[in-house]
DNA sequence: GTACAACTTCAAGTCAACTTGAGGTCAAGT
DNA sequence: ACTTGACCTCAAGTTGACTTGAAGTTGTAC
């Protein structure tokens, strides 16, 4: 049997659910290595799984593969965490974001206004909408 | 002086902060209309503006621009309660995908093992983002 | 009456994160 | 030996929501 600390791509792909290209993709950015070859093949180390779960978590989180990558610096797999604290914050921001959005619009289904346009508290919430349109742009990042 | 119920680009650019350029865009598209020309230049009814609010808050609430269309059907800015109902809950969802996320971001950023990786804490928040990423893609969608 | 800032059109460019396609290689099973 | 399917490379295409640029027009303030 081949080296057990060895995963073709097919394997990694199976295991984490990520399409062989994307991990082609990741490992051209830097993002995993590879451990060396079979023929032309790619071995990866088993840990890559783990990695990978890693650059999930960031992407979840709404960090960029740039950002990602600015995580995993030198020495290996080590996070930054004042990056993730950061991210922590911006995560609450976007979930209070989100909350208001949420009720706004649960608000909205269920008013009894014949047109939101006569809806008060419709009205107050696009007002809101807007105020914060005018705060700053709303860059679409990646959830 | 002009009719007051007119907005030229500049006017609703500066109200509602959104560039002309996306302006410009959102007509093509069929999300807002202008009233007529003067000379060439678009005019656009005052209440525009609201539109265009309601524009942002679809946009916030993941909504694509396609989307957002569909709701301004026929006979007005008339808005799909069902749709508005479902977002709702899937950004219900997309709330406690978040928070989960946040608190394992906060606790990664605070926790004192020496490596991530030995941290069963961690270990377990990147399970879960594993198991998430192996039941549906992620597609990214804009906020 | 003229300068010029603000508008116009239309096509093309941008961004991130991938995906797809063409054309080729190769290991393993039958 | 040979088929086959999983892998390879590299360039180009995709998506959505805009932005930018070039080239032209015009309302308005002076």
Redesign the pocket.
């Known amino acids: 049997m081949?080296n057990s600390n060895a995963l073709?791509?097919?394997?990694v792909?199976k295991e984490t659910g990520?399409?062989?290209?994307?991990?082609?993709?990741?490992e051209d950015k830097g993002l995993i290595k590879?451990n060396g070859?079979?023929?032309?093949?790619?071995l990866f180390p088993n840990n890559v799984i783990q990695r990978l779960a890693l650059i999930s978590l960031g992407?979840m989180a709404g960090?960029?593969?740039?950002e990602i990558g600015t995580m995993f610096t030198a020495q290996g797999p080590e996070i930054n965490r004042e990056l993730l604290s950061n991210k922590a914050d911006e995560l609450d921001e976007k979930i209070k974001e989100l909350s208001a959005m949420r009720d706004g619009l649960r608000h909205a289904a269920a008013c009894p206004a014949p047109s939101h346009f006569e809806c008060p508290k419709f009205l107050k919430l696009l007002d809101i909408v807007g105020k914060s349109k005018r705060k700053k742009?709303?860059k679409?990042k990646?959830i």
Chains 1, 2 share one sequence.
């Open positions: 081949s073709d791509i097919g394997k792909a990520l399409p062989a290209s994307t991990l082609r993709y990741y590879s070859r079979n023929g032309l093949r790619r992407r960090l960029s593969l740039d742009r709303v679409s990646p």
